[in-house]
């Protein structure tokens, strides 16, 4: 299985800042890598597919990047919403695998 | 826009079935690839199988002995069996809308309890 691992745990962020969140994969593949949203006591929301492109109605403050084994996600200027858990996940290869999440909180 | 809404028992003893059922609301179900996951805090968030409009399915290994996924195309449901629990099922079960191998759509998701 490919593992995928996220960092920081824990990112502690205030309103208005840029965060960075990481995620790194135990295989290298191509682009084949989501983000997802999650608030306490809701399902998961995706954010990104294919390392970078935007789901249907996600704000622009949110970007994805990278290939190979290290992908980034971006958030330019947080908003008080966007405190939540964001896990990856590759789509490369069976089984589908998510990180362990990142927490960003204030 | 299609919906999910997820139903089933939030409390199932040791050694017996867990069963959800998961309808499909404001689409065709030959859409997606129609997904079932769990997230528990000692393994996070898990894959555990799909089932495709014409009955084809795909199981996580390590549950394929236990576990049986199923589709009603003529109700808008899919189903999930897993056999012989325990405590170690417990855990937020999700019914997901799978396209492109990305988990597009969630239902609410049900908390499972295993319970001895």
């Known amino acids: 299985d490919i593992v995928m691992t996220q960092s920081p745990v824990t990112l502690s962020v205030s309103p208005g800042e840029r965060a960075t969140l990481s995620c790194r994969a135990s295989?290298?593949?191509?682009?084949?890598l989501a983000w997802y949203q999650q608030k306490p006591g809701q399902a998961p929301r995706l954010l990104i597919y294919d390392a970078s492109t935007r789901a249907t109605g996600v704000a622009a403050r949110f970007s994805g990047s990278g290939s190979g084994t290290e992908f980034t996600l971006t958030i330019s200027s947080l908003q008080s919403e966007d405190f939540a858990i964001y896990y990856c996940?590759?789509?490369?290869?069976?089984?589908?695998?998510f990180g362990g999440g990142t927490k960003v909180e204030v | 826009q299609v919906q999910l809404q997820q139903s089933g028992p939030g409390l199932v003893k040791s050694s017996e079935t867990l069963s959800l059922t998961c309808t499909v609301s404001?689409?065709?179900?030959?859409?997606?690839?129609w997904t079932w996951l769990r997230q528990s805090p000692g393994k996070g968030l898990e894959w555990i199988g799909y089932?495709?409009?014409?009955?084809?399915?795909h199981y996580r290994s390590s549950l394929e002995s236990r576990l049986s996924i199923s589709i009603d195309t003529s109700q808008s449901q899919f189903f999930l069996n897993l056999s012989s629990v325990t405590a170690a099922d417990t855990a937020v079960y999700y019914c997901?809308?799978?396209?492109?191998?990305?988990?597009?759509?969630w239902g609410q998701g049900t908390m499972v309890t295993v319970s001895s």
């Open positions: 089932v495709y409009s014409s009955g084809t399915t």
């Open positions: 997901a809308g799978l396209y492109s191998n990305v988990f597009e759509i």
């Open positions: 404001g689409g065709p179900m030959r859409s997606h690839h």
């Open positions: 295989q290298s593949f191509s682009l084949k």
């Open positions: 996940q590759q789509y490369h290869a069976w089984p589908l695998t």
